[in-house]
């Protein structure tokens, strides 16, 4: 029932939420991640987090989290960052990234949440041609 209750809010927000181990295989991935990145979950559940994004950060996600967890040393956890994502079509695009962290039994896992900023970016691109 909670497993279902989880579920059904995933399934309702409109961020992407992606989630993974600490070896950075993807755990879950909601409805709004399937249609941003556009791949099913299917497709992604166990593969390492890093296709979601080009080089060179997709060469390097391994070591930022390795890192991680020997140095305790935080860089996007509680603060955020714009990164650079890759759709399963090739495209790149802007995204809003913020990551939490929890354990569950005796696990740790990393919790994703990902707003794409493309047309935030166009917008200001627009006004910027338009002055
Ligand atoms: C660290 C990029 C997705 C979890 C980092 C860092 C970068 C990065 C650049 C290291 C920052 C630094 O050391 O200065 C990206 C990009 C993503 C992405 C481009 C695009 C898809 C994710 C997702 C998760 C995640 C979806 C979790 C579900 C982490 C964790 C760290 C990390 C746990 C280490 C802790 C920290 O630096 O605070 N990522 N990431 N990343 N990322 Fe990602």
């Known amino acids: 029932a909670r497993e279902a209750h989880l579920r059904s809010i995933l399934e309702t927000v409109p961020e992407a939420m992606v989630v993974i181990d600490q070896e950075g295989k993807i755990a879950s991935f909601s409805p709004a991640a399937e249609k941003l990145f556009g791949y099913t979950t299917d497709q992604v559940r166990g593969r390492n987090v890093s296709m979601l994004m080009p080089p060179p950060d997709r060469d390097n996600h391994d070591l930022y989290l390795s890192r991680y967890l020997a140095t305790g040393r935080r860089h996007i956890i509680g ?3 714009i990164v650079t994502g ?4 090739g495209t790149r695009f802007p995204m809003e990234l913020a990551v939490g ?4 039994r005796g696990q740790r896992i990393f919790t994703g949440f990902i707003r794409d900023l493309t047309s935030r970016h166009k917008m200001e691109e627009e006004l910027r041609q338009a002055q």
């Open 79 to 81: 603060y955020g960052r």
């Open 101 to 104: 962290e929890t354990v569950t």
């Open 86 to 89: 890759l759709k399963k079509d």
